[in-house]
């Protein structure tokens, strides 16, 4: 069984890029939102989730630290990709739990690489 | 003839001389007394008060002869002032010294000199008083005696003289200083060593609404709302302490308060001065700063996120493309992304650049004048018309409207991203309606310019946003959109002194009214 990765952007341009550069890694489902993203989540169960910062109104941040605090999904990988790349942006993300912090622009390479160490 | 030596403090004594301001000053009784008195009690025909200036005698008091002045090589006087006590010259055919002296061989005849140095309150010598005969005579030692009794006459009235001009000068520079303290727009209180006020000036009454009397007595901290600790106690001389607080005022009101305290010693007391400013202004220009900071500092950040989102596509979609083989339709539909999102980026600097222009640069970045309301419409029509629904906009403009001042292609652009969004968020079949008609008030003279759609309209959460930088109500409905479009708008308002009113209901549509300010003429073409 491949390995299964989710990836969450409003942007459907960015969806397709990332879907497009992880799909060698494993099976990648896509998102829009934070309510869609839980559906996948509970149909998919990733290892891996891509998590866009901000997404529309809502804070990829929050989503992210409330899935780390849930014992049912505290033990799927978190990389939040953001557009905010100052350091006190990265440690916010770190903050909320996430297992690493990925700034864009990003070359597809860097991201498979990232994606791929999550998953070992 | 023996000429007199130049005294050692020569410079000194004619600097003297000049402050006793009396060379070429017209006769006085209190000299003309002294003069009168000694040649009575010598019995003479001749004696003066004479002032030795660089090259002449001047006489300030003269009996007995009819110059005002004679050359100082000339003068017994220039010898007499090198002398501590009465220079006598006894019979003056006698002596060599002066034998060929034309004061002597000329028609004043002279034949007997005494004179005694006269002293400025400085000490130095600024010329003599003397009694002279036509005929030699003899000078007693009680003669010596009166003639130096005569002499501190003289110098008293010297002393007298400066001693009024330093009573003047004090009183002038109390004057001064009074003057300075009442328009000082500082407020300043003396207090004493338990910091009691002892006195104010004028801007300390406005500053706490009430006067001197009322303040006068009262301790300062009775002037503020907190105790401001270390104003006056423990405080080193010649050191200021400056401390914030908040000043309370006669009739309650309080107001933010800097006051500096220095420590002065008056007719052996301790005593503060304390000057108190009204800190309101200092520390609304802060916030102001500040926020203005905030501001910037929130456009950059957020500028620098919507830069890099569609580069993310740009970088992202083409390493895909060089580095994985595609087949030709896929490939064309990631070109075409870039091409898309490049497309966006560029319209983003661009906008972002005329953000930043119109914010730093102010009214000047406008070339305003007098404008038909016709001709800035048409920009605007231009503008959007790639997005190929120019046919929907209806136009209802009065006749005859006053020229408006403005700059048409900025104020065009500006309108353009309303009926930008005005066609964009309705259906398509629906009118966007313009009008514009005279201002009410004829006397101020505007003209009044209303944008309508029957389109989605705005939750009143969306209208306190839409001006701001990078706000997009539907971030989703319309990728192409920079969110930059209405805070340029807005900023180009601004600029103009026009004003905007904003009317929307959900579901129903929006009013965007402008009142612009009429010009005085159109220009000449």
Redesign the interface.
């Known amino acids: 069984m491949p390995e299964s990765i989710l990836v969450v952007d409003d942007q459907p341009e960015l969806r397709l890029l990332i879907r497009l550069t992880l799909q060698t890694l494993g099976k990648v489902a896509v998102a829009g939102s934070g309510e869609e993203m839980m559906a996948r989540i509970a149909a998919e169960r990733p290892r891996v989730i891509v998590l866009d910062v901000s997404l529309g109104g809502e804070s990829g941040l929050e989503l992210c630290r409330a899935l780390k605090d849930d014992p049912a999904t505290s033990d799927i990988r978190i990389l939040l990709l953001s557009a905010f790349v100052q350091a006190a942006d990265v440690a916010a993300g770190k903050a909320a739990g996430a297992d690493d912090y990925m700034a864009k622009p990003f070359s597809p390479r860097e991201l498979q690489d990232a994606v791929n160490a999550l998953l070992a | 003839m023996l000429q007199p030596l130049l005294p050692k403090d020569e410079a000194s004594r004619l600097q003297a001389l000049i402050d006793l301001k009396l060379l070429d000053t017209a006769p006085e009784e209190r000299f003309e007394r002294i003069t009168r008195l000694a040649t009575r009690l010598f019995d003479v025909p001749m004696a003066m008060v004479g002032l030795l200036d660089a090259e002449r005698l001047w006489f300030k008091s003269r009996i007995g002869v009819t110059d005002q002045e004679i050359p100082r090589v000339e003068t017994f006087c220039g010898h007499a002032i090198l002398q501590d006590d009465v220079f006598v010259v006894e019979d003056t055919a006698a002596d060599p010294r002066f034998a060929d002296n034309p004061v002597i061989t000329g028609p004043l005849q002279l034949g007997f000199y005494a004179g005694l140095p006269l002293a400025a309150p400085c000490g130095s010598r600024v010329g003599t008083l003397c009694v002279l005969d036509h005929r030699p005579r003899r000078f007693s030692d009680a003669d010596r005696l009166l003639l130096r009794d005569l002499a501190a006459l003289v110098t008293s009235e010297f002393a007298t003289d400066a001693l009024q001009r330093a009573l003047r000068q004090q009183r002038d520079s109390e004057t001064w200083l009074r003057a300075l303290l009442n328009h000082l727009p500082e407020s300043v209180l003396m207090l004493d060593e338990s910091a009691n006020v002892l006195s104010v000036n004028p801007a300390a009454e406005r500053m706490f609404g009430a006067p001197a009397g009322q303040l006068v007595g009262r301790n300062l901290q009775w002037l503020l709302v907190e105790a401001v600790p270390d104003l006056v106690r423990c405080l080193p001389e010649g050191q200021v302490c400056t401390r914030e607080g908040t000043g309370r005022r006669a009739d309650g009101g309080t107001f933010p308060v800097e006051i500096s305290t220095s420590v002065m010693h008056l007719g052996g007391h301790r005593r503060y001065a304390a000057i108190a400013r009204d800190n309101a202004a200092r520390l609304e220009e802060t916030r102001r700063l500040r926020a203005a900071g905030e501001r910037r500092s929130h456009f950059f950040?957020m500028a620098?996120?919507?830069l890099?989102?569609p580069?993310?596509?740009?970088?992202?979609?083409s390493?895909?493309l060089l580095?994985r083989d595609f087949d030709a339709a896929t490939a064309r539909e990631l070109l075409d992304?870039v091409h898309r999102?490049a497309g966006h980026l560029s319209a983003l600097v661009t906008q972002v650049l005329d953000l930043a222009r119109l914010e730093s640069g102010g009214p000047a970045v406008l070339q305003i004048g007098p404008q038909r309301i016709e001709t800035i419409l048409d920009e605007a029509l231009r503008t959007v018309e790639s997005l190929g629904q120019n046919a929907r906009i209806a136009l209802a403009i009065e006749p005859d409207l006053p020229p408006v001042a403005a700059d048409p292609h900025k104020l065009g652009a500006a309108l353009a991203h309303v009926l930008n969004n005005s066609l964009v968020y309705s259906a398509p079949g629906t009118p966007v309606t313009v009008r514009a008609w005279r201002g009410p008030d004829a006397a101020v003279g505007t003209v009044l310019l209303r944008i309508s759609d029957s389109g989605i309209g705005m939750s009143e959460e969306q209208q306190a946003a839409m001006f701001e930088a990078f706000y997009r109500a539907k971030?989703?409905a319309r990728?192409e959109s920079t969110g930059l479009g209405l805070a340029i708008f807005r900023e180009t308002i601004k600029l103009h002194n026009a004003s905007v009113d904003v009317v929307s209901t959900l579901g129903r549509g929006t009013d965007i009214t402008l009142t612009l300010p009429a010009a005085a003429a159109l220009p000449h073409a």
């Open positions: 950040k620098a996120h919507e890099r989102t580069l993310a596509s740009i970088i992202g979609f390493e895909l580095k992304i999102q971030p989703d990728p």
